[in-house]
């Protein structure tokens, strides 16, 4: 499992690179039916986190690395 450590949180900003990954979860609920999570690359070493579009916290872009890794090896299988 990949913990995202060293979160940084920060105003909101908008990203001026691509996401890295992202995910929407659905939610058999009345409020936040769907919730998107995205991971976009903010330079070299962070990487810039959105939930439902506010875009508030940073994180080491070697975890969001990892979680695209282990996305993509699962996908393979």
């Known amino acids: ?16 690179r691509g996401a ?8 058999d609920a009345d409020t936040f039916r769907n919730m998107e999570l995205t991971f976009y ?10 939930l439902n579009g506010e875009k ?7 975890s969001v690395v990892a979680i695209v890794e282990n996305v993509n090896t699962l996908l393979m299988d």
């Not at 890295?20 to 939610?27: A, H, P, Q, W, Y």
């Open 56 to 62: 508030r916290l940073f994180v080491c872009r070697d």
């Open 1 to 16: 499992m990949v913990y995202l450590i060293d979160a940084a949180i920060c105003d909101s900003l908008t990203p001026t």
């Open 41 to 50: 690359q903010y330079d070299s070493g962070s990487c810039l986190v959105s």
């Open 20 to 27: 890295e990954i992202g995910f929407v979860f659905r939610r």
